[in-house]
């Protein structure tokens, strides 16, 4: 079982800039990584996803243009850079993979592994 450790995330202000990391616990055919987030409350939701070669990448709107998603493929560590972050973009952030082909990459269910979650705060 493929473990998934993030790390990176923290308390800061609007407008600040977070980057977020998450190393497997072995070289797995790890085809699709993601990043998803959760506010106490409300369902899982997809943040951004790359596939294992990045050549495809996938982002929600709240997001575009100022997240990015990499992949070091060399460690297979994903990291989620977050600028301009804002108060709405709180909530505890997961990594999520997928050793299977995934055809709809917000779905939560089409990934078979999981981290623990780091937690994401942004003051006003």
């Known amino acids: 079982q493929v473990q998934l450790v993030e790390s990176g995330g923290g308390l800061v202000q609007a407008g600040d800039s977070l980057r977020l990391s998450c190393a497997p616990s072995?070289?797995?055919?790890?085809?699709?990584m993601a990043w998803f987030r959760q506010v106490s409350g409300k369902e899982r939701e997809f943040v951004a996803g790359?596939?294992?070669?990045?050549?495809?990448?996938a982002y929600a709107d709240s997001v575009r243009g100022r997240f990015a998603i990499s992949r070091d493929n060399s460690t297979y560590t994903t990291f989620l850079q977050m600028t301009n972050l804002k108060p709405e973009d709180t909530a505890d952030y997961y990594c999520?993979?997928?050793?299977?082909?995934?055809?709809?990459?917000?779905?939560?269910?089409?990934?078979?592994?999981w981290g623990q979650g780091t937690q994401v705060a942004v003051s006003s």
């Open positions: 999520a993979a997928s050793t299977r082909w995934v055809s709809r990459w917000s779905n939560p269910f089409n990934y078979q592994h």
């Open positions: 072995e070289r797995a055919a790890l085809q699709f």
């Open positions: 790359i596939r294992s070669d990045a050549g495809d990448m």
